[in-house]
T-cell receptor
């Protein structure tokens, strides 16, 4: 597609429910990132996928958070038993590749605004 | 651990003045440093980037400088305009094979007409 696509754009859920957020990266991009941005805050790294390598999950804040990337393309971020502090914008980004010797630009999606009530 | 510190958190300048935003990083092997601009309610977008083998890069009114010894890099915006008002994020790509990009906390720039 023309850009990184995320869905839903907005999600309101009740505390304790599970949510799934979807990211469709730019076609051909092998690197995919998830970041979280709380209101007025910075971009908090969550997880990173690169090709067929094991994902870097070091930013996931708790075991309630998980992410998958099927077929090297679409990714789903799942938050189980949501809490109010999970309310934030979840941003997905992708790039052609990502390694220590490349500076390929990462392109962000519009984000999924999650509100836990 | 991996960390990027960004200062100031807010910056207000008069139109036409210059603005400077500074970042420091912790991983001495970091080799790629992009800057993103995020307008209210919109996605972050790349405005300029620099690699570790370069000390300075310019693109019209925007420039970035890198001091590898000090692990410090800065964004310079000259002749600021009201449309430059936004949140600016610096980032550093860590050196591990994951290629993870760590962002600073952001600087809210307000350009007063």
């Amino acid at each position: 597609g023309a850009g990184v696509s995320q869905s839903p754009s907005n999600k309101v859920t009740e505390k304790g429910k599970d949510v799934e957020l979807r990211c469709d990266p730019i076609s051909g991009h092998t690197a995919l990132y998830w970041y979280r941005q709380s209101l007025g805050q910075g971009l908090e790294f969550l997880i990173y996928f690169q090709g067929n390598s094991a994902p870097d999950k070091s930013g996931l804040p708790s075991d309630r958070f998980s992410a998958e990337r099927t077929g090297g393309s679409v990714s789903t971020l799942t938050i189980q038993r949501t809490q109010q502090e999970d309310s934030a914008v979840y941003l997905c980004a992708s790039s052609l590749r990502s390694d220590s010797y490349s500076g390929n630009t990462i392109y962000f999606g519009e984000g999924s605004w999650l509100t836990v009530v | 651990g991996e960390n990027v510190e960004q200062h100031p958190s807010t910056l207000s300048v008069q139109e036409g003045d210059s603005a400077v935003i500074k970042c420091t990083y912790s991983d001495s092997a970091s080799n790629y440093f992009p800057w993103y601009k995020q307008e209210l309610g919109k996605r972050p977008q790349l405005i300029i980037d620099i690699r570790s083998n370069v000390g300075e890069k310019k693109d019209q009114r925007i420039a970035v400088t890198l001091n590898k010894t000090a692990k410090h890099f800065s964004l310079h915006i000259t002749e600021t305009q009201p449309e430059d008002s936004a949140v600016y994020f610096c980032a550093a790509r860590i050196s591990s094979n994951t290629g993870k990009l760590i962002f600073g906390q952001g600087t809210t720039l307000q350009v007063k007409p």
